[in-house]
């Protein structure tokens, strides 16, 4: 019997790659002076900032030349992407390679931006060492934002025009009475919406058998829900060989800490790749008090085959986890 699931075991590790070796695709629009939309070879939208650096405010001189810059530099390019960190669930902050061309560095030299500061303490050193001479280089031949007398760095000017706004406080006399609101429940397994569907978890608690365990997690994972992570023990292990076209492997672990953290960092980019597999082979052994659930995963995107094996089991609470999951993938 074929069995089709959503991938909820390997997506993580699609980002754990993607943040690594990085993914090509192609910009196709220049929303601001740091940051593009990349589309890429799967067809899906990213929305980029570029790292580590600000440029120019709407109202600032520069603002729109910094712009039309970005533009000639990066619209329609073929250009490597190496993300560092998620924001906002969905915009993605990152180094953004045309051929050997960091777009943030050029940015920097041809004085379209500044390095940003706050930025700096979560960047390589070598790299670090590498932006702030660029900067330097510019500011010394005063390309650009340096050649403005008294132009504020974006982040000033951000904080400038802040304090600077008016704080309205309104008032208003209700027409009747407010009746007493009750607090949401917590953990009560509120609707979460994917797409025009309205998903809702189920409590891994009221579960009956390995089976039903194994499709909850799967539709929280089709419906890209990041309560995919309490599907995970505290104390999971996780273990995936990746295999390359060289005929290399590397074996990365993670604990249960890192996985879930892992999980909700990757989530929206696995929604926004639309990357997805089908089981097939899926038998479940009993192994002591806990299931021993085998398939044979099919890679949709990538299209490959790949064992996978997890190990299921109730905890001291009667609530369905995985303990440990050991896989195969590929780049």
Known sequence: MRVFLSSFFIFVLNFITFAQTGVIGRVVDIIDGKTIMIETTAEAKLTVKLQFIEVPEPGQPLADVVKEHLQKLALGKTVLLQARSLSGGTQLTGRVLNGNIDLSEQMLRDGAAWYAILEKDSQDSNEREVYQTTEKTAKSERRGVWGIERLKPAWEFRAE????EPILVTKST????????????IGGGSDKTAGTTTFKPKSLKSLQSAQEFFEECDKRARNFDVSLAECYSDK???????????????ILEFTAAQWKKLI????PIA??????STYSNVTYTTEGKRIRINATRYS????YYSPISILVGKDLSGWW???EEISESQP
Not at 177 to 185: D, G, N, T
Not at 264 to 267: D, G, H, K, Q, R
Not at 300 to 303: L, V
Request: glycine share 2%; no cysteine; charged share 30%.
């Open 236 to 250: 999971s292990f996780v273990r995936n060989t990746r295999k390359y076209p060289s005929g290399s492997t590397r």
């Open 271 to 276: 929604k926004q790749l639309n990357d997805y």
């Open 321 to 323: 986890r995985i303990y």
């Open 174 to 185: 209700p027409s009747q009475p407010l009746r007493q609101i009750r607090p949401a429940q």
């Open 300 to 303: 949709e995107r990538k299209k």
């Open 264 to 267: 909700l960092e990757a989530m």
């Open 161 to 164: 025009k802040q304090a600077s």
